[in-house]
T-cell receptor, first 114, second 113 residues
Framework: NAGVMQNPRHLVRRRGQEARLRCSPMKGHSHVYWYRQLPEEGLKFMVY????????ESGMPKERFSAEFPKEGPSILRIQQVVRGDSAAYFCASSRLAGIETQYFGPGTRLLVL | GENVEQHPSTLSVQEGDSAVIKCTYSDSASNYFPWYKQELGKRPQLIIDIRSNVGEKKDQRIAVTLNKTAKHFSLHITETQPEDSAVYFC????????????FGTGTLLAVQP
């Protein structure tokens, strides 16, 4: 039973480029959460999605960031026109149900913006 | 706004001693409190969690206590081992149906052999 999968594990982009981060939840899980971890800081909630729906995007920056979780395929976190301040580790987590449910984390994507 | 404070930020103990990490949350509607362990460059891994209908939960050397009145919860690790060295994060669920987690800032635990 594979855990939460994320790819790529490391991503290097130059300022102004686009970054696409992918997350495949655990088998049987239909709820996905994205968190960002800046160096030596805790995890900050970004967005919560169910299949084909964004449920809570209260932690997403208003510009350049978007997320989707299509009916088929992984969840995608997209960052347009990256800036150096976007450099961070981006983790996704999944849960089986909504409500109070354990969230299992993926290995993260470490984004470095040059 | 929603906030979780975590103390201490660093903790050094001798192997075999106990370690205690404390968290305080602000949202009285929070009802789920997980603890995650994160080793350098790795994913956060759930080590124990507690729901608001209980005051204490134990799993071998790890225990968590919850005081809902004071909005405090704590992680207790007994008989610490070098492999317990990591960053530990507490979290509290946010109000509403989204189950988003509000994380503390982390505690770097170093167990000296």
């Amino acid at each position: 039973n594979a855990g939460v999968m994320q790819n790529p594990r490391h991503l290097v982009r130059r300022r102004g480029q686009e970054a696409r981060l992918r997350c495949s939840p655990m088998k049987g899980h239909s709820h996905v959460y994205w968190y960002r971890q800046l160096p030596e800081e805790g995890l900050k909630f970004m967005v919560y999605l169910q299949k084909e729906n964004i449920i809570d995007e209260s932690g997403m920056p208003k510009e350049r960031f978007s997320a989707e979780f299509p009916k088929e395929g992984p969840s995608i976190l997209r960052i347009q026109q990256v800036v150096r301040g976007d450099s961070a580790a981006y983790f996704c987590a999944s849960s089986r149900l909504a409500g109070i449910e354990t969230q299992y984390f993926g290995p993260g994507t470490r984004l470095l913006v040059l | 706004g929603e906030n979780v404070e975590q103390h201490p930020s660093t903790l050094s103990v001798q192997e075999g001693d106990s370690a205690v990490i404390k968290c305080t949350y602000s949202d009285s509607a929070s009802n789920y409190f997980p603890w995650y362990k994160q080793e350098l460059g790795k994913r956060p891994q759930l080590i124990i969690d507690i729901r608001s209908n209980v005051g204490e939960k134990k799993d071998q050397r790890i225990a968590v206590t919850l005081n809902k009145t004071a909005k405090h919860f704590s992680l207790h690790i007994t008989e610490t081992q070098p492999e317990d060295s990591a960053v530990y994060f507490c979290a509290a669920s946010s109000r509403g149906a989204t189950n988003k987690l509000i994380f503390g800032t982390g505690t770097l635990l170093a167990v000296q052999p």
